[in-house]
């Protein structure tokens, strides 16, 4: 029962750009979820280097560890871009607005996205520093992690949607996206494996990783394109 | 449409189990690698293909139900779930019985049908806890069918990403029937499957009758004590009443 809608030409991409700019503006302003991301993926980096017994990494281990920080890392911005908003009375405010379903479920998608990339570019170089000798697989990680980021982006924010509106919020939420996410997490750690192996990278079935992974991207958006105006109807 | 009634399914199914069962023990030959506990696959693959089957039914009604907004949608997706999730405990434990007979081990990893099946069935496990935690009903159908149209969206890629990850360990027993599985066998596997489609089919059909009976019950009741209250029933379970005439939709 899709809503009566009313809205003037453009105007999603105008919702789309004011809510894709407060989410950055007040990221810029309290500095509250990179700089703890990136604080709590060094940590982990940390906890595993006790935790395996391990200084060095390479190959499938060094992907895990790197891939699986990240995701919870993901879940903590996530947590920030939903639940605090919900709290604050943000998607009340939004609902007042005649502001597209889509529109919103993009701007939350890209600012995901850019807070992913951001924590990316501190915890990859602190994890190199940490765990590894030879870098030269690094460059080549940066189009897998991309792909990988739109994958967590686009299902978190689906999934946050849905658990922002119940009683368990923050423990709904990543109850169920860590199983929808498993497809993310081997395809990422499928193509990082060899760029991070110890003899130097080496680029077999990379193409397949990447094909499974915007596959994985392609239908996850498809299907919020298609329900996400449903989770705003109140 | 024109379906069987729930009468007639419920004398057609335990004779198509039984048929089955009589199948597996007395007509079908005996695997030549595996021996005897080879036959657990006739109950175990039917299994595996009806649950799967049925969360991909449960997104096809939640489909319906987010277009039409009719709470019988919902509650056809909920038990169709419901179903599905009974039906994969046991493909889990039937499977890891088999593993053990035939591998030595109660699990393997490096198995994809065995992960991509856990994967799925911990998915759907959060279900539940989704439709308790949000108290609105309409609200909690509504989200309820986005959580299964994503889920069975899921269902089929993750199939293909676990597959991608790992060896061949399963025995393709469909896969390579063409040249394996003997005609004796195949017969035996269709008329289980055919069983388990059915009991499927009768414990969906018996618990959307038992709902709706029950909420029809107290609607009369509701209706003879003459109160206006609203009915104390399950919190989770889907409304099977229809929205009240004149009651607007949501805005």
């Known amino acids: 029962m899709p809503r009566e809608q009313h809205v003037p030409e453009g105007a999603p991409v105008s919702a789309f750009r004011t809510v894709l700019a407060k989410d950055l503006r007040v990221e810029l302003r309290t500095f509250e979820s990179v700089p703890a991301m990136a604080l709590f993926s060094v940590t982990a980096f940390v906890l595993f280097r006790f935790g395996l017994d391990r200084d060095q990494l390479e190959g499938g281990l060094a992907a895990g560890v790197l891939l699986v920080t990240v995701l919870f890392a ?9 639940v605090a908003e919900r709290e604050q009375g943000g998607f009340d405010a939004i609902r007042l607005a005649p502001v597209d379903g889509t529109a919103l479920f993009a701007a939350k998608v890209v600012a995901l996205v850019i807070y992913l990339s951001a924590l990316e570019l ?19 990680l940066a189009p897998v992690l991309v792909l990988a980021n739109l994958g967590l982006a686009v299902t978190g924010a689906l999934v946050a949607s849905i658990a922002v509106n119940s009683r368990a919020r923050d423990l709904l939420g990543p109850l169920i996206l860590l199983p929808l996410l498993v497809p993310v997490m081997i395809g990422a750690a499928g193509a990082a494996e060899p760029l991070l192996a110890a003899g130097g990278p080496s680029f077999d079935d990379l193409g397949r990783w990447m094909a499974l992974l915007a596959l994985y991207d392609v239908i996850f958006l498809l299907v919020g394109y298609a329900v996400y105006d449903f989770l705003l109807e109140d | 449409m024109p379906l ?14 039984a048929a089955g069962f009589a199948l597996v023990f007395f007509y079908a030959p005996l695997d030549a690698d595996q021996g005897f506990v080879q036959k657990i696959f006739y109950l175990h693959v039917p299994l595996a293909i009806c649950a799967l089957v049925g969360f991909v039914v449960a997104g096809v009604h939640a489909i319906r139900h987010l277009r039409s907004g ?23 434990v039937t499977g890891a019985i088999w593993a053990r007979a035939s591998w030595g081990q109660w699990w393997v990893w490096g198995e994809p049908t065995l992960v991509s099946f856990l994967i799925v069935f911990l998915l759907y496990c959060t279900y539940y806890p989704l439709r308790y935690a949000i108290e609105d009903r309409e609200r909690q159908a509504r989200y309820a069918s986005v959580f299964a149209v994503t889920a069975g969206a899921f269902v089929p890629l993750n199939f293909i990403a676990v597959r991608m990850s790992e060896s061949l360990v399963h025995p393709r027993v469909l896969a390579t029937a063409e040249g394996g599985m003997p005609p004796r066998m195949w017969l035996t596997f269709l ?18 009758a038992a709902k709706l009976t029950s909420a ?24 099977a009443q229809p929205r009240p005439a004149g009651a607007p939709e949501s805005v």
């Open chain 1, 74 to 82: 993901a879940i903590l911005a996530i947590n920030r871009l939903f």
């Open chain 1, 122 to 140: 501190v915890a990859v170089p602190a994890f190199a520093i940490l765990f590894m000798d030879a870098w030269s697989g690094l460059p080549a």
């Open chain 2, 4 to 17: 069987p009634s729930l009468r007639a399914l419920a004398f057609a199914t335990p004779v198509a189990v």
């Open chain 2, 70 to 92: 009719d709470p019988v949608h919902d509650l056809r997706s909920y038990v169709s779930i419901h179903a599905s999730i009974i039906f994969g405990l046991a493909v889990l």
């Open chain 2, 191 to 208: 008329v289980c499957l055919a069983g388990v489609a059915l009991l499927w089919t009768t414990l969906v059909r018996f618990e959307i």
């Open chain 2, 216 to 239: 029809k019950l107290s609607r009369l009741r509701r209706a003879i004590e003459g109160t206006d209250a609203p009915a104390p029933s399950s919190r989770i379970a889907p409304s």
